[in-house]
């Protein structure tokens, strides 16, 4: 049974900095781009960034760039998404996802991720 665990949400004030763990399990986790993305209320679900299976390829989404850092542990099966200078605008569930061998043309599409986590809250305050 496969299991995507975010973790290390919460509240921020403006500026400030998070991390945020996926912890995989049930999968070959060397085999999976891993991405994350993320819904705001009343918003669709959004790309954010990704890393290929190789660890060799990442992708951002504008809103992010120079701001967020994603990266991964292959020993602890985890992924991580580093968010600094945060904002208000970047208050939302943040969902990690996990597709096969997918490559850098189809990171962004959501509908090509094979598994995901139930999502962590992360509440930027201004």
């Known amino acids: 049974q496969v299991q995507l665990v975010e973790s290390g949400g919460g509240l921020v004030q403006a500026g400030g900095s998070l991390r945020l763990p996926c912890a995989a399990s049930?999968?070959?986790?060397?085999?999976?781009?891993m991405a994350w993305f993320r819904q705001a209320p009343g918003k669709e679900r959004e790309f954010v960034a990704a890393?290929?299976?190789?660890?060799?390829?990442?992708d951002y989404a504008d809103s992010v760039k120079g701001r967020f850092t994603i990266s991964r542990d292959i020993a602890k099966n985890t992924a991580y998404l580093q968010m600094n200078s945060l904002k208000p605008e970047d208050t939302a569930v943040y969902y990690c996802?996990?597709?096969?061998?997918?490559?850098?043309?189809?990171?962004?599409?959501?509908?090509?991720?094979?598994?995901w986590g139930q999502g962590t809250q992360v509440t930027v305050s201004s």
């Open positions: 049930g999968l070959t986790f060397s085999s999976y781009t």
């Open positions: 890393i290929s299976w190789s660890s060799d390829s990442t």
């Open positions: 996802a996990a597709a096969y061998k997918s490559g850098r043309a189809f990171y962004r599409i959501r509908r090509l991720y094979d598994y």
